[in-house]
T-cell receptor, first 114, second 113 residues
Framework: SAVISQKPSRDICQRGTSLTIQCQVD?????MFWYRQQPGQSLTLIAT?????????ESGFVIDKFPISRPNLTFSTLTVSNMSPEDSSIYLC???????????FGPGTRLTVT | AQSVAQPEDQVNVAEGNPLTVKCTYS??????LFWYVQYPNRGLQFLLK??????LVKGSYGFEAEFNKSQTSFHLKKPSALVSDSALYFC???????????FGTGTRLKVLA
């Protein structure tokens, strides 16, 4: 399994500002994923981030709004840009477990935009 | 397109009684199926998976799930519920081509003392 940490664990931000969320894994992984979970809802995949290539975004999510970096095999960041109250959610990163087929999830970042 | 359905938003069960949380799926090819649990203010924790083999899969915390190919179901079960099992449960299917997960809408389990 993989142990994943995220920073910050929560934040309250003003409308129009940006927040960068960090995801750190304790082992090298090829595929990382970023999800959004709106209050009381299921998880929606934002993008897949592979090291050495541009992130692949899902329908409804764009790079200008959610830029992602993946500088190495243990780290990724997701930025939520020009925030509005509708961006208030939990943001989770996960990694693909390879041959185990599982995904391992970080604890999430709870974002509130006022 | 692959999909997962959890028909119940909430399941209530008395402590000590058996519990079932339902999940049905639609995939092309062989399904890779998973159950995760989310406690308040926490990330998702893996419970169990079906990849191949025995239809009855045993997982963490006494949970098990039965894979039923003819009914395209993968229901989560536990013989005797605990109050501490109260949480949000997600069923998911893994896309074999992209490695992405498709999650169900989640079922909130409430175990009453």
């Amino acid at each position: 399994s993989a142990v994943i940490s995220q920073k910050p664990s929560r934040d309250i931000c003003q409308r129009g500002t940006s927040l960068t969320i960090q995801c750190q894994v304790d082992s090298q992984v090829t595929m990382m994923f970023w999800y959004r979970q709106q209050p009381g809802q299921s998880l929606t995949l934002i993008a897949t981030a592979n090291q050495g290539s541009e992130a692949t975004y899902e329908s409804g999510f764009v790079i200008d709004k959610f830029p992602i970096s993946r500088p190495n095999l243990t780290f990724s960041t997701l930025t939520v840009s020009n925030m509005s109250p509708e961006d208030s959610s939990i943001y989770l990163c996960s990694v693909d477990g390879g041959s185990s087929y599982e995904q391992y999830f970080g604890p999430g970042t709870r974002l509130t935009v006022t | 397109a692959q999909s997962v359905a959890q028909p119940e938003d909430q399941v209530n069960v008395a402590e000590g009684n058996p519990l079932t949380v339902k999940c049905t799926y639609s995939v092309s090819g062989n399904p890779y199926l998973f159950w995760y649990v989310q406690y308040p203010n926490r990330g998702l924790q893996f419970l169990l998976k079906y990849i191949t083999g025995d239809n009855l899969v045993k997982g963490s915390y006494g949970f098990e799930a039965e894979f039923n190919k003819s009914q395209t179901s993968f229901h989560l079960k536990k013989p005797s519920a605990l109050v501490s099992d109260s949480a949000l449960y997600f069923c998911a299917v893994r896309d074999s081509g992209t490695y992405k997960y498709i999650f169900g809408t989640g079922t909130r389990l409430k175990v009453l003392a």
